[in-house]
């Protein structure tokens, strides 16, 4: 990690196409039954005037994490929150039999490190860098002294952390109400739509996840979603290339997503 580095010195996500990078700003990947209920989060720095913004960013630290380094741990001592300017940062929770569950990869224009946003109190889960990121951190005692002087900051803030709240809440309703395969065919119908771009065999889901990536999502195990994947390559319905996936009949997914197989 190193800090003071310029929030822009690389590409916010050069895995990504910038026809899909400009769809994922203030917005989260998350297993939800319906995206279009969570919404998209407003920046929340986009509400302040430019004076306003810059006194935040004044009080904060920029920060960069390459790929696979840790902004916070689950259980440590809370010290303020981290908002997203590049990149994509994974939050999950681990059991204690270490088992892991994603609870969202959150985008630019969002922030990570509640719920609790004053520097109170421990991480409720873990925060990781799944991309090269750049991040703000603001420290919680100075959080709640600038939003006594900026209303809007504070507005952002409970803004935010509703946003959260209707994401988690999504999610547990799908791990409570779907099984596994429905989880899978449709997380994998969501990639398709958000990261989908034209390819000469389907549909090119534009950025990488690994096996372990799905399971973590869907609440399921590696092994389970590499079989359910050869599975779903033997039928013809998709193409795997080590950990990239091109849907080659996305209309078999649906039938399959409609029919809750």
Not at 2 to 19: C, H, I, K, L
Not at 43 to 71: N, W
Not at 106 to 111: A, L, M, Q
Request: proline residues 4%; glycine residues 10%; aromatic residues 8%.
């Amino acid at each position: 990690m190193q800090e003071g580095t310029s929030a822009y010195s690389f590409a916010q996500n050069t895995s990504v196409p910038p026809m899909v990078r400009g769809n994922l700003e203030n917005s989260a990947l998350i297993l939800a039954e319906n995206q279009t209920v969570i919404g998209k989060l407003p920046s929340l720095l986009a509400p302040l005037s430019q004076r306003e913004r810059d006194l935040v960013l004044s009080h904060g630290r920029r920060k960069v994490f390459y790929k696979g380094a840790t902004l916070f741990n689950q259980g440590a001592q809370h010290d303020g929150i981290y908002l997203i300017e590049t990149g994509r940062i994974r939050v999950f929770y681990i059991s204690p039999s270490g088992r892991e569950i994603t609870l969202a990869y959150w985008y630019p224009g969002n922030f990570v490190g509640g719920p609790e946003v004053f520097g109170a109190g421990v991480h409720s889960w873990t925060g990781v860098a799944a991309s090269n990121s750049s991040v703000v951190w603001l420290p919680g005692q100075q959080l709640k002294s600038l939003i006594t002087e900026i209303p809007a900051l504070a507005i952002g803030i409970i803004e935010g952390l509703a946003f959260k709240g209707k994401c988690y809440s999504t999610l547990a309703q799908m791990l409570g109400t779907r099984s596994a395969t429905e989880r899978l065919v449709h997380l994998l119908l969501h990639l398709t739509d958000t990261y989908g771009v034209p390819d000469d065999n389907g549909i090119f889901i534009a950025t990488a996840f690994t096996h372990a990536d799905f399971a973590h999502m869907v609440g399921a195990t590696r092994q389970w979603v590499t079989i359910f994947l050869k599975r779903l390559q033997n039928d013809g319905i998709i193409q795997c290339r080590k950990s990239q996936i091109v849907v080659r009949d996305r209309a078999a997914l649906a039938v399959m997503h409609e029919g809750q197989v």
